[in-house]
């Protein structure tokens, strides 16, 4: 068999038990088994079930992200391991928190810049903002790229969240 | 009685009775004495008290493997569960169900570095299949219940469940989970029918098959075995087996090639290097298989059967993975077979055996007994002559005598071969013997061993005399940790940067000291008669022999190399020199 070995990124959504040290055995297998891990969101989202969601953005070969996927699997607190990016379409967003300081014109441009943007102002003092701003990782890294010459000092991302298109549920 | 409450310890008793645990393994400490007050309380579970935690999983690994039940381990919290750690690696390296109970400082105390605190959970994670930390006593029965579901479901491994002391204490009613699953894991047994069918009918069309098995044929059961055996009558195909498969099929069937690998057979790395078709069935092309994986049987189709969907593709990528129990799997493969009518291409595998045939002649295990030093080859050899009669468990420690065990040593049946694959522990093998004997006390149990192995947890000879174990322990003694002065020949330019042990202690003298029987051959006509003196004597026996110190293990595929670009002997290696790519694999 030929195997491929361009690098790929993909998003992975894993349902898991809300137990203690679950988060622990993901990260673990990451770090153990040398697989990369680009960002990870996780959260509770069935609180009736004790049920969390954990997005994973990952980068590797073909045949390294069918491992993870199937090491994921093998986890037991793990429900499933689904693969975003394969299967089917699905949207994906990511949420920042951009702080900018500074003032007169460079302050008026970092607003003008965020107007065009979508990002909102959620946090004001006369010589800084905060922006929350949410979209594709792309986008944000353009705005806070475009932030830096205008006074940025902080910023804090949630990482990628992902659900897949149409009706049908993990 | 069912609506009593009973303490956490009465509790685990209880559950571990309910599972069928016999006996278990273990060590006192602070953490844990309520347990052990509560199995002082009872009759119906026997508790062998090892000499070093790290023993303790060893034989639960050997009292596993030999019974196919769980292994059963106690220890304390901190150096206890510490301790434990290299036998839980080994377990999970070679798929042995285990469940370790570790004990645990108070859950008050968690986290502010109490007295023999360590994090176990946390230490272990990596180690083991799965664990658990018990922080209310309502989980606590069907903690119990779940850990030996999870350890022997699916692809087995070692369970660890963590008991603060306070659960072991605390009081609460116990509800038998006997029959509980896991409320989401559920390992895939059976196979669609068509993956099925398609395997088949590519094994019906291959011109020179072979069977790759491994110690997943054993871990499914004695039956797998069997079925096994009629799949590889019905195609025709030569097998060869992988050092954890030994004994999946009979090691003496002339459609056996014996061990495959670094130190298999010509024939059988030269037929995976030809194969136009290899059926891996519970098998993980590990490293020591497959050599340089660009060069690994190039021209073959590839089945893949494992209950373990992360063994498929790992390393090879394979035309045909089928995810399922192998004996379930070989079930379903045999009577399709049947009811297609399939039959194997005979004239393309009466070329293939013609072919296999002449790397036979080529006979890699020859070597030359003559004279007075005992060759470790001949006393292996020998060994397996004069027990292969009995009813016999072999073990081994880590080192050229496992390969030349491996190699000599011919099993019948599964079971019967307890050795540390995947993890290569040295100091497996006495423990894990004495395990084997605890599950089979009428049976001869032999260690092959070496002496730096040996001495790596000789202290359980002492717990081999309290509960009459009378194991055997086959020391093929060269004074060098011979497979290391073996590489540091092929690859450091014979520096044998300590590898010679200076100062062994009389071996004859130390079985003496430990009430066991200690007997030594210096010479080759000593061999037959130690050996039978070994065997005769009803109680644990350790045997010195003096073999020849610089013989090496043959055949070999050094690291870095392919499968056809084997070793035969010394003459081989002086003209080949090792890759520098091979120099930094292991």
Same mark, same amino acid.
């Given at each position: 068999?030929?195997?491929?070995?361009?690098?790929?990124?993909?998003?992975?959504?894993?349902?898991?038990?809300?137990?203690?040290?679950?988060?622990?055995?993901?990260?673990?297998?990451?770090?153990?088994?040398?697989?990369?891990?680009?960002?990870?969101?996780?959260?509770?989202?069935?609180?009736?079930?004790?049920?969390?969601?954990?997005?994973?953005?990952?980068?590797?070969?073909?045949?390294?992200?069918?491992?993870?996927? +199937?090491?994921?699997?093998?986890?037991?607190?793990?429900? $499933?391991? =689904? #693969?975003? /990016?394969? !299967?089917?379409?699905?949207? &994906?967003?990511?949420?920042?928190?951009?702080?900018?300081?500074?003032?007169?014109?460079?302050?008026?441009? +970092?607003?003008?810049?965020?107007?065009?943007?979508?990002? $909102?102002? =959620? #946090?004001? /003092?006369? !010589?800084?903002?905060?922006? &929350?701003?949410?979209?594709?990782?792309?986008?944000?890294?353009?705005?806070?790229?475009?932030?830096?010459?205008?006074?940025?000092?902080?910023?804090?991302?949630?990482?990628?969240?992902?659900?897949?298109?149409?009706?049908?549920?993990? | 009685?069912?609506?009593?409450?009973?303490?956490?310890?009465?509790?685990?008793?209880?559950?571990?009775?309910?599972?069928?645990?016999?006996?278990?393994?273990?060590?006192?400490?602070?953490?844990?004495?309520?347990?052990?007050?509560?199995?002082?309380?009872?009759?119906?579970?026997?508790?062998?008290?090892?000499?070093?935690?790290?023993?303790?999983?060893?034989?639960?690994?050997?009292?596993?493997?030999?019974?196919?039940?769980?292994?059963?381990?106690?220890?304390?919290?901190?150096?206890?569960?510490?301790?434990?750690?290299?036998?839980?690696?080994?377990?999970?390296?070679?798929?042995?169900?285990?469940?370790?109970?570790?004990?645990?400082?108070?859950?008050?105390?968690?986290?502010?570095?109490?007295?023999?605190?360590?994090?176990?959970?946390?230490?272990?994670?990596?180690?083991?299949?799965?664990?658990?930390?018990?922080?209310?006593?309502?989980?606590?029965?069907?903690?119990?219940?779940?850990?030996?579901?999870?350890?022997?479901?699916?692809?087995?491994?070692?369970?660890?469940?963590?008991?603060?002391?306070?659960?072991?204490?605390?009081?609460?009613?116990?509800?038998?989970?006997?029959?509980?699953?896991?409320?989401?894991?559920?390992?895939?047994?059976?196979?669609?029918?068509?993956?099925?069918?398609?395997?088949?009918?590519?094994?019906?069309?291959?011109?020179?098959?072979?069977?790759?098995?491994?110690?997943?044929?054993?871990?499914?059961?004695?039956?797998?075995?069997?079925?096994?055996?009629?799949?590889?009558?019905?195609?025709?195909?030569?097998?060869?087996?992988?050092?954890?498969?030994?004994?999946?099929?009979?090691?003496?069937?002339?459609?056996?090639?014996?061990?495959?690998?670094?130190?298999?057979?010509?024939?059988?790395?030269?037929?995976?290097?030809?194969?136009?078709?290899?059926?891996?069935?519970?098998?993980?092309?590990?490293?020591?298989?497959?050599?340089?994986?660009?060069?690994?049987?190039?021209?073959?189709?590839?089945?893949?059967?494992?209950?373990?969907?992360?063994?498929?593709?790992?390393?090879?990528?394979?035309?045909?993975?089928?995810?399922?129990?192998?004996?379930?799997?070989?079930?379903?493969?045999?009577?399709?077979?049947?009811?297609?009518?399939?039959?194997?291409?005979?004239?393309?595998?009466?070329?293939?055996?013609?072919?296999?045939?002449?790397?036979?002649?080529?006979?890699?295990?020859?070597?030359?007994?003559?004279?007075?030093?005992?060759?470790?080859?001949?006393?292996?050899?020998?060994?397996?002559?004069?027990?292969?009669?009995?009813?016999?468990?072999?073990?081994?420690?880590?080192?050229?005598?496992?390969?030349?065990?491996?190699?000599?040593?011919?099993?019948?049946?599964?079971?019967?071969?307890?050795?540390?694959?995947?993890?290569?522990?040295?100091?497996?093998?006495?423990?894990?013997?004495?395990?084997?004997?605890?599950?089979?006390?009428?049976?001869?149990?032999?260690?092959?061993?070496?002496?730096?192995?040996?001495?790596?947890?000789?202290?359980?000879?002492?717990?081999?005399?309290?509960?009459?174990?009378?194991?055997?322990?086959?020391?093929?003694?060269?004074?060098?940790?011979?497979?290391?002065?073996?590489?540091?020949?092929?690859?450091?330019?014979?520096?044998?940067?300590?590898?010679?042990?200076?100062?062994?202690?009389?071996?004859?003298?130390?079985?003496?000291?430990?009430?066991?029987?200690?007997?030594?051959?210096?010479?080759?006509?000593?061999?037959?008669?130690?050996?039978?003196?070994?065997?005769?004597?009803?109680?644990?026996?350790?045997?010195?022999?003096?073999?020849?110190?610089?013989?090496?293990?043959?055949?070999?595929?050094?690291?870095?190399?392919?499968?056809?670009?084997?070793?035969?002997?010394?003459?081989?290696?002086?003209?080949?020199?090792?890759?520098?790519?091979?120099?930094?694999?292991?």
């Amino acid at each position: 068999m030929v195997v491929e070995t361009a690098v790929e990124r993909h998003t992975i959504a894993v349902l898991v038990d809300n137990e203690a040290g679950v988060l622990a055995r993901v990260i673990g297998l990451f770090s153990g088994r040398g697989y990369n891990i680009e960002s990870l969101t996780v959260a509770e989202t069935d609180a009736a079930d004790a049920i969390s969601r954990i997005t994973i953005v990952t980068s590797g070969t073909p045949m390294v992200i069918e491992q993870i996927k +199937a090491q994921l699997s093998r986890l037991v607190p793990i429900h $499933r391991v =689904i #693969d975003l /990016t394969t !299967e089917g379409a699905s949207v &994906e967003r990511e949420l920042a928190l951009v702080k900018v300081a500074g003032k007169g014109n460079k302050r008026v441009e +970092a607003l003008r810049i965020a107007d065009i943007f979508r990002a $909102r102002a =959620i #946090d004001s /003092t006369n !010589e800084s903002f905060v922006f &929350e701003i949410s979209g594709s990782t792309e986008k944000l890294n353009a705005f806070i790229d475009l932030m830096v010459p205008l006074g940025l000092v902080d910023v804090s991302r949630t990482g990628v969240v992902a659900i897949a298109r149409g009706k049908s549920a993990l | 009685m069912a609506d009593q409450k009973m303490t956490g310890s009465e509790i685990i008793i209880k559950a571990l009775i309910n599972e069928g645990v016999d006996t278990v393994f273990g060590y006192p400490g602070g953490a844990v004495l309520p347990i052990y007050d509560a199995i002082f309380q009872q009759n119906q579970l026997k508790h062998i008290l090892v000499r070093q935690e790290g023993g303790a999983v060893h034989m639960a690994e050997g009292y596993a493997r030999s019974t196919g039940k769980v292994g059963v381990v106690l220890v304390t919290s901190g150096p206890g569960a510490t301790n434990a750690v290299t036998g839980l690696t080994d377990a999970l390296m070679d798929s042995i169900p285990v469940v370790c109970l570790t004990g645990q400082v108070p859950t008050h105390l968690i986290g502010n570095d109490a007295f023999q605190e360590a994090d176990t959970t946390g230490i272990t994670r990596p180690c083991t299949k799965h664990n658990y930390l018990v922080k209310d006593i309502r989980d606590l029965s069907r903690v119990m219940h779940e850990a030996f579901y999870v350890a022997r479901s699916g692809r087995p491994g070692p369970v660890v469940i963590d008991l603060p002391k306070d659960i072991l204490m605390a009081e609460e009613m116990y509800v038998d989970h006997g029959k509980v699953e896991h409320k989401t894991y559920r390992p895939r047994l059976k196979a669609e029918t068509n993956e099925i069918k398609k395997a088949v009918a590519m094994i019906a069309a291959a011109k020179k098959p072979i069977f790759y098995c491994g110690g997943g044929v054993v871990n499914s059961g004695g039956n797998a075995s069997k079925l096994l055996g009629r799949l590889i009558k019905l195609t025709g195909a030569p097998v060869t087996l992988t050092l954890m498969g030994l004994g999946a099929y009979p090691g003496s069937d002339k459609q056996s090639l014996g061990m495959l690998g670094m130190h298999g057979t010509y024939e059988a790395n030269l037929a995976m290097h030809d194969a136009d078709l290899i059926v891996a069935i519970g098998s993980r092309f590990d490293d020591r298989v497959t050599g340089r994986l660009a060069d690994f049987s190039p021209n073959s189709k590839k089945i893949h059967i494992d209950i373990d969907p992360s063994s498929i593709n790992k390393t090879v990528a394979v035309d045909l993975p089928i995810v399922g129990d192998v004996g379930t799997i070989l079930d379903q493969m045999l009577r399709v077979w049947k009811a297609k009518g399939h039959k194997a291409n005979q004239k393309a595998l009466k070329a293939w055996w013609t072919q296999i045939e002449e790397w036979r002649t080529r006979d890699c295990l020859k070597y030359n007994q003559s004279g007075p030093i005992i060759k470790p080859q001949h006393a292996i050899q020998r060994l397996y002559e004069m027990t292969k009669d009995h009813d016999c468990y072999i073990t081994t420690e880590v080192g050229q005598h496992q390969m030349w065990a491996a190699q000599y040593y011919k099993f019948e049946e599964p079971h019967r071969w307890m050795t540390s694959g995947g993890l290569g522990t040295m100091g497996y093998g006495l423990p894990a013997a004495i395990g084997v004997q605890i599950a089979h006390p009428e049976s001869l149990v032999i260690d092959i061993s070496g002496e730096a192995s040996f001495m790596m947890n000789m202290q359980e000879m002492s717990t081999a005399v309290q509960y009459r174990a009378p194991v055997k322990v086959f020391v093929t003694n060269n004074q060098y940790m011979g497979m290391i002065r073996q590489w540091q020949e092929l690859l450091h330019g014979g520096r044998y940067s300590e590898s010679y042990t200076d100062a062994l202690p009389d071996l004859v003298k130390l079985a003496e000291a430990c009430q066991w029987v200690g007997l030594r051959a210096e010479n080759a006509d000593e061999l037959d008669d130690v050996i039978q003196e070994m065997i005769t004597i009803d109680r644990p026996v350790l045997a010195d022999i003096r073999v020849d110190q610089t013989e090496n293990c043959f055949p070999m595929i050094p690291s870095g190399a392919a499968h056809n670009e084997m070793l035969l002997g010394p003459a081989d290696e002086a003209k080949r020199p090792v890759s520098e790519e091979g120099m930094v694999l292991v």
